[in-house]
């Protein structure tokens, strides 16, 4: 995503690279082929490899051609595709003159998921992972379902608040019942976190984070007459909050955590957090903590400079990667929120462009001209329609995401600063170890006997310290490595079924759209 990396490499098969020239072209007006046959989930994965030994077989395997359009689809690597086509040879599929008839009357259509038909939402991130279950091996992964169902106002003016039901079910035995049921408010979901990130950070541990507080929007929701707490802030939040839980209890570490546990389990309300308050003490003083923390990073980096071992290349080459696309994150989601913006001013100005129609149509004396006019407005009004969803799904599916990740790069930014935090510790204790010993040896060349013994004590409670600091560094170091091979199939995983969703979406509404204008067609011909 950074400038300078170069994208990998492509199959130099010529049929493969026509497959992918024919995927989106109109199965109507082009004949079917053995080339343009193929499923359209080609356009994100390398084709599979056939084995096929009869004529038979691959007959069925075209019949089937398309089904399974939503299936899960597999990211192979460039390697892993490379030693397949040296073992295996895919042999291409021949002419079937029923299939290319079967083609023809039937357009291949991408099916499209309820949650976004019905109303455009983010995707939720997945939980049932089996590469990442692969690498926590000393974790047993449970099943676990969590929903943000409702959203309840409570209160009156400025005093009122936003309380959201959240209904769990999983199979890990930690919890007392598999199935719960609770009302928690938005400070509850940060004082969570912040147990989480303080216990769990310092380790190495990725902990996500909890969306931000908006004094604006929350301000506008206790100022609304509105009970059922349905307007799009608090929907927008409501969606973010539950893909937090749902990012959290995807960590085999974190869904055990007691503190989680409790969040999602205990009946009646939680103790109240104090130090999540925007405009309080305490938030003041994380804002001045976060200011040190950044002047802090930059001192830590110059003196991690001195570690000579082969781990450094490793971390330093993945805090660059992180930089890099922490930077690409943020150009990218403030691209697709203008764009998204745009779509709703096109969305405002079809609807003017419809109803002027309208008007015009019931003026004209022309029947044919004044039918035709008035089926433009319907038109229109339907295209303004298909605008607005495609507006939300760019928002949605993909600002969204954006969002979101710019926010985890930040916590994967944090467990670097906590290992680089532990190194200088460790290195204190290596100085003051240094100076204890020479002061011990000032005191055996003085004679001073009387000091002596206390010296060796002290000598010996700052060696453990050192062993302490070097375990605790070398644990973190270790954490970090598991935590960023985790990330990096998740984060592929995530941005694989929202990019696969949001086509779906775009394609869906482009026929919407072709159909639109093909009715209103022999409409404009008819006037005579």
């Excluded at 009122?160 to 919890?175: D, E, F």
């Excluded at 035709?372 to 600002?399: G, P, W, Y």
């Excluded at 290992?419 to 004679?447: F, P, S, V």
């Excluded at 062993?467 to 941005?495: A, C, H, P, W, Y």
């Amino acid at each position: 995503m950074a400038d300078g990396v170069e994208p990998p490499p492509f199959d130099n098969d010529e049929d493969e690279v026509k497959e992918d020239d024919d995927l989106f072209s109109d199965a109507k007006e082009k004949p079917s082929s053995p080339e343009t046959e193929k499923s359209p989930e080609h356009v994100y994965s390398r084709p599979p490899v056939i084995d096929k030994s009869s004529d038979d077989e691959d007959k069925d395997e075209d019949e089937d051609l398309f089904k399974g359009g939503s299936s899960e689809i597999k990211l192979d690597s460039d390697e892993d595709a490379e030693e397949e086509n040296i073992t295996k040879k895919t042999p291409e599929p021949k002419p079937n003159a029923a299939v290319g008839a079967t083609a023809k009357e039937s357009t291949p259509q991408i099916p499209i998921s309820q949650a976004v038909t019905a109303k455009t939402k983010v995707a939720a991130p997945s939980l049932k992972n089996d590469d990442v279950a692969e690498s926590s091996d000393d974790k047993e992964v449970y099943e676990i379902d969590i929903k943000i169902t409702e959203t309840l106002k409570m209160g009156d003016g400025m005093s009122a608040y936003i309380v959201y039901k959240i209904v769990s079910k999983t199979t890990n035995p930690n919890y007392r019942r598999p199935e719960n049921a609770v009302l928690r408010r938005f400070s509850d979901f940060l004082g969570m976190h912040a147990k989480l990130a303080d216990k769990h950070v310092p380790l190495g541990i990725i902990v996500p984070p909890a969306p931000e507080k908006s004094v604006i929007g929350m301000t506008k929701v206790k100022m609304s007459k509105e009970e059922s707490g349905s307007s799009d802030f608090v929907e927008r939040r409501r969606a973010a909050l539950e893909r937090f839980l749902i990012r959290t209890a995807a960590h085999p570490t974190l869904a055990s955590d007691p503190d989680f546990i409790e969040f999602l389990a205990k009946d009646g309300d939680l103790p109240k957090s104090t130090s999540t308050s925007a405009l309080s003490g305490a938030g003041v003083m994380r804002l001045f903590h976060k200011v040190g923390e950044s002047f802090e990073k930059i001192t830590l980096k110059v003196d991690e400079s001195d570690e000579w071992n082969q781990e450094v290349e490793w971390f330093e080459e993945k805090q660059q990667q992180v930089e890099a696309l922490d930077i690409q994150l943020r150009k990218l989601h403030t691209n697709i929120e203008t764009l998204s913006q745009h779509r709703k001013e096109l969305s405002q100005s079809t609807a003017v462009f419809a109803k002027s129609a309208a008007m015009l149509g019931n003026v004209e004396e022309h029947t044919a001209l004044s039918r035709a006019l008035s089926q433009l407005a319907e038109t229109e009004e339907k295209i303004e329609q298909m605008h607005k969803e495609q507006a939300e799904a760019d928002f949605f599916v993909m600002a969204e995401l954006m969002k979101d990740y710019v926010a985890l790069m930040g916590a994967v930014k944090d467990v670097f600063h906590e290992r680089i935090k532990t190194y200088k510790l460790w290195k204190d204790a290596e100085a003051t170890l240094g100076k204890k010993r020479e002061n011990k040896a000032k005191l055996e060349m003085q004679n001073k006997t009387d000091k002596i013994s206390q010296a060796k004590a002290e000598i010996e409670e700052w060696e453990q310290k050192v062993e302490k600091g070097q375990e605790d560094f070398e644990t973190i170091s270790k954490n970090i490595k598991k935590e960023m091979v985790r990330f990096e199939k998740l984060r592929v995983n995530d941005f694989k079924e929202s990019v696969i969703k949001y086509l779906e979406v775009l394609m869906d509404n482009q026929e919407k759209l072709i159909k639109y204008w093909e009715t209103f067609l022999p409409e404009a011909k008819a006037i005579a």
